[in-house]
């Protein structure tokens, strides 16, 4: 009798049981039909709540994720949460340079101010685009935008396109300062190579470009990379400030701004050009291991005689201000005029070499180098027309090339 009941004891609590976790998955599959069916209707939002949405978790971090769930999953372009969280970090880096303190506003952009900020090429990448720009408590030196796709049915949402590649050239950014606070060479020669893809660029001159950033950042970058400024921030192009970089001779600071622009082929060109220290060797004209005469010196055409012999021929024009002397190979400019003996004496304010010369400028700039030489020596020539120029105590100089065909020098000037 008692195992009889005891059996239907354990009958009635195997079915109570039974019954009970089948009432259980159906609540919680409704639950879940629910949830789906509140975020299938979940209300569009329009463009200033979108903003409000953002701007929230820029001032505080704890919202992101409320933000997130507070923008329509079909306003969102399948952009994943650790995406959205990663370009709201972004967005609060950029806010919180200087001192703009907390965004306490915004306003949204008109069209044409949009076209006129982003340019056509971004419009035809990502269609048509809406922006709102940020406002802070502080005025903001350098404005911060966020942007949109518009649809068309006039709603709009987030461009997951644009927000990821928005993290790619930050992050690219960000790690291309990391290796130069760090004097990695050789990773800086991997991050630059991309945007240098002429013959003229071989793996000895990017690497001499790298190391020469990694040393002038060490001697006269002042500031860390944490301090340094995006003034602007696009999917093809971001800018960044330096604020504290020594001029070469220490003596005052100078603006000194980094452009990372996408390249077509999808890699990245880093314009990052220092100047650079002057090499005082270049205003000299050199025979040998001779140094003959100097750019920016007074001389009388004796003198020139002197040092120099005879010349082929030489020619004074507009109004005997200046004076061409010309020999093989090397062509002087004398500015000045004649004096009461009748000789001419003036500035030599121009040395170039011409055709088959036996001279060279300073001692290692000569004609029919390679511009790929010429790059060896001077990381940064080419950033200027492949230029050199420098200041000396009392005035400015300047070292141009012109190029064959085949980059090879055909003529190389050294002016004040």
């Given at each position: 009798?008692r195992?009889?009941?005891?059996?239907?004891?354990?009958?009635?609590?195997?079915?109570?049981?039974?019954?009970?976790?089948?009432?259980?998955?159906?609540?919680?599959?409704?639950?879940?039909?629910?949830?789906?069916?509140?975020?299938?209707?979940?209300?569009?939002?329009?463009?200033?709540?979108?903003?409000?949405?953002?701007?929230?978790?820029i001032?505080?971090?704890?919202?992101?994720?409320?933000?997130?769930?507070?923008?329509?999953?079909?306003?969102?372009?399948?952009?994943?949460?650790?995406?959205?969280?990663?370009?709201?970090?972004?967005?609060?880096?950029?806010?919180?340079?200087?001192?703009?303190?907390?965004?306490r506003?915004?306003?949204?952009?008109?069209?044409?101010?949009?076209?006129?900020?982003?340019?056509?090429?971004?419009?035809?990448?990502?269609?048509?685009?809406?922006?709102?720009?940020?406002?802070?408590?502080?005025?903001?030196?350098?404005?911060?935008?966020?942007f949109?796709?518009?649809e068309?049915?006039?709603?709009?949402?987030?461009?997951?396109?644009?927000?990821?590649?928005?993290?790619?050239i930050?992050?690219?950014?960000?790690?291309?300062?990391?290796?130069?606070e760090e004097?990695?060479?050789?990773?800086?020669?991997?991050?630059?190579?991309?945007?240098l893809?002429?013959?003229?660029?071989?793996?000895?001159?990017?690497?001499?470009?790298?190391?020469?950033?990694?040393?002038?950042?060490?001697?006269?970058v002042?500031?860390?990379?944490?301090?340094?400024?995006?003034?602007?921030?696009?999917?093809?192009?971001?800018?960044?400030?330096?604020?504290?970089?020594?001029?070469?001779?220490?003596?005052?600071?100078?603006?000194?701004?980094?452009?990372?622009?996408?390249?077509?082929?999808?890699?990245?060109?880093?314009?990052?050009?220092?100047?650079i220290?002057?090499?005082?060797?270049?205003?000299?004209?050199?025979?040998?291991?001779?140094?003959l005469?100097?750019?920016?010196?007074?001389?009388?055409?004796?003198?020139?005689?002197?040092?120099?012999g005879?010349?082929?021929?030489?020619?004074?024009?507009?109004?005997?201000?200046?004076m061409?002397?010309?020999?093989?190979?090397?062509l002087?400019?004398?500015?000045?005029?004649?004096?009461?003996s009748?000789?001419?004496?003036?500035?030599?304010?121009s040395?170039?070499?011409?055709?088959?010369?036996?001279?060279?400028?300073?001692?290692?700039?000569?004609?029919?180098?390679?511009?790929?030489?010429?790059?060896?020596?001077?990381?940064?020539?080419?950033?200027?027309?492949?230029?050199?120029?420098?200041?000396?105590?009392?005035?400015?100089?300047?070292?141009?090339?012109?190029?064959?065909?085949?980059?090879?020098?055909?003529s190389?000037?050294?002016s004040?």
């Amino acid at each position: 009798m008692r195992r009889h009941f005891a059996l239907r004891i354990s009958s009635l609590i195997i079915c109570t049981l039974f019954v009970f976790s089948f009432c259980s998955c159906n609540i919680a599959d409704q639950i879940r039909s629910n949830l789906q069916e509140r975020i299938s209707v979940q209300s569009e939002i329009n463009i200033q709540e979108m903003t409000r949405l953002l701007i929230s978790s820029i001032n505080d971090k704890r919202n992101t994720a409320d933000a997130y769930s507070g923008i329509p999953e079909f306003q969102k372009d399948d952009i994943s949460y650790s995406y959205f969280y990663e370009y709201v970090n972004i967005l609060r880096t950029i806010s919180t340079q200087g001192s703009k303190g907390k965004v306490r506003s915004f306003r949204i952009m008109r069209d044409e101010e949009c076209m006129a900020l982003l340019g056509q090429d971004l419009f035809n990448r990502y269609g048509t685009i809406k922006g709102a720009e940020l406002l802070y408590s502080s005025e903001a030196e350098y404005p911060v935008y966020v942007f949109y796709r518009m649809e068309a049915d006039g709603s709009v949402s987030l461009s997951r396109d644009w927000i990821i590649s928005i993290i790619n050239i930050y992050n690219y950014g960000h790690h291309y300062f990391s290796l130069l606070e760090e004097s990695n060479a050789d990773g800086v020669e991997a991050l630059l190579s991309p945007g240098l893809l002429s013959d003229v660029y071989t793996n000895e001159v990017v690497y001499a470009r790298a190391q020469q950033l990694c040393d002038l950042y060490r001697l006269r970058v002042m500031s860390s990379s944490s301090e340094y400024e995006i003034t602007s921030l696009l999917p093809d192009k971001m800018t960044v400030k330096i604020p504290e970089t020594l001029v070469p001779d220490g003596t005052s600071f100078e603006d000194h701004t980094v452009t990372i622009s996408i390249l077509g082929n999808g890699s990245y060109l880093i314009d990052d050009n220092i100047s650079i220290a002057p090499d005082m060797n270049l205003i000299y004209l050199v025979q040998g291991d001779e140094r003959l005469v100097r750019a920016g010196y007074s001389y009388s055409y004796a003198q020139i005689v002197g040092l120099l012999g005879e010349p082929s021929s030489s020619a004074t024009y507009s109004e005997d201000t200046s004076m061409m002397i010309l020999y093989p190979g090397l062509l002087l400019r004398l500015d000045g005029a004649y004096d009461e003996s009748g000789s001419f004496i003036g500035t030599l304010s121009s040395i170039r070499l011409i055709g088959n010369s036996a001279y060279s400028i300073g001692y290692n700039i000569f004609v029919g180098m390679s511009m790929t030489q010429i790059l060896m020596l001077y990381p940064f020539a080419d950033a200027d027309d492949c230029s050199i120029n420098f200041s000396g105590s009392l005035r400015s100089y300047s070292v141009t090339f012109d190029f064959d065909d085949n980059n090879i020098v055909e003529s190389v000037k050294v002016s004040t």
